[in-house]
T-cell receptor
Framework: EPEVTQTPSHQVTQMGQEVILRCVPI?????FYWYRQILGQKVEFLVS????????KSEIFDDQFSVERPDGSNFTLKIRSTKLEDSAMYFC???????????????FGPGTRLTVT | LAKTTQPISMDSYEGQEVNITCSHN???????ITWYQQFPSQGPRFIIQ???TKVTNEVASLFIPADRKSSTLSLPRVSLSDTAVYYC???????????FGAGTRLAVHP
């Protein structure tokens, strides 16, 4: 069964450094998402992406964040200058094609644990 | 998404059936009811989705009464590996973001 994959599984970085989190969505999916979950808290939406552009972004997704689909398979989240409060699990998700418009079916990757020191 | 209310936590024992109820009084005509499961340190996993009546798959059943103001996720014969957080989401903006609440933390005991 196809899966969303994410690399690395764990990233440790120093405050102020840039990080790039990588995702490979399921191959025929067209809508892509990033979420994050701070330890012990809710899963929070960051950004959605379709047709090579951002569809929607949350207040969390400020100028320090960017997303890119550099080729036909990868979907990346970049944090330009990490802060301590960016420490969280970051999940990539993708949506199957052909669903009814109202369907909330998304497939999540295993996550990248980002630790900012 | 419509506002949902579900229990914060539930306990069960191996082999029992678990029913988790979600209230969504303000559900709109076009809204779907979707349930996700999340194990510790893993991404949420889509379990089941329905619009009305009953939906069943290999993992769970979803019961939706005629007024659609609530729904019940039923897990038959749970095992220790069903210990997870279960989220109820109600809405119709399918291409858009998912908004997760706190969910129901299910603990299955031996």
């Amino acid at each position: 069964e196809p899966e969303v994959t994410q690399t690395p599984s764990h990233q440790v970085t120093q405050m102020g450094q840039e990080v790039i989190l990588r995702c490979v969505p399921i191959s025929n999916h067209l809508y892509f998402y990033w979420y994050r979950q701070i330890l012990g808290q809710k899963v929070e939406f960051l950004v959605s992406f379709y047709n090579n552009e951002i569809s929607e972004k949350s207040e969390i997704f400020d100028d320090q964040f960017s997303v890119e689909r550099p080729d036909g398979s990868n979907f990346t989240l970049k944090i330009r200058s990490t802060k301590l409060e960016d420490s969280a699990m970051y999940f990539c998700a993708s949506r199957p094609p052909g669903l009814a418009g109202g369907s909330y079916e998304q497939y999540f990757g295993p996550g990248t644990r980002l630790t900012v020191t | 998404l419509a506002k949902t209310t579900q229990p914060i936590s539930m306990d069960s024992y191996e082999g029992q059936e678990v029913n988790i109820t979600c209230s969504h009084n303000n559900i709109a005509t076009n809204d779907y009811i979707t349930w996700y499961q999340q194990f510790p340190s893993q991404g949420p996993r889509f379990i089941i989705q329905g619009y009305k009546t009953k939906v069943t798959n290999e993992v769970a059943s979803l019961f939706i009464p005629a007024d659609r103001k609530s729904s019940t996720l039923s897990l038959p014969r749970v095992s220790l590996s069903d210990t997870a957080v279960y989220y109820c989401l109600v809405g119709s903006g399918g291409y858009n973001k998912l908004i997760f609440g706190a969910g129901t933390r299910l603990a299955v005991h031996p």
